[in-house]
């Protein structure tokens, strides 16, 4: 096997692979813990900004940009086809789904 990182003698880099599923989140307010989005993520690691075709359930509440729980905390903003989510506003687990 070659080694693909040049700094030192043995392979640092790992090579992300595509995973054989899907994940599908629930995605919470903080505050209140009200149910905001079901949401299908794709790929591993945190959940950053929620693209609007991926959301299946949609219980916020828009003001302009501003995605807001029923209970007035600030969950997130649209941007271009994604929301950008502020991450000391949620909590969100999920399971997962095989394709």
Known sequence: MQNSCPLISQSCCIQSKVLPYDTLMLIRCSKCKTKIF?????????????????ITEDNSVRKGNEVLCPCGNVIGRVEEKWIKMNQRAIVYSGS???K
Do not use: E, P, Q
């Not at 949401?39 to 693209?51: A, N, P, V």
């Open 38 to 54: 079901r949401y299908r993520k794709i790929g591993k690691g945190r959940l950053w900004h929620c693209w609007l075709d991926r």
């Open 96 to 98: 997962y789904i095989r």
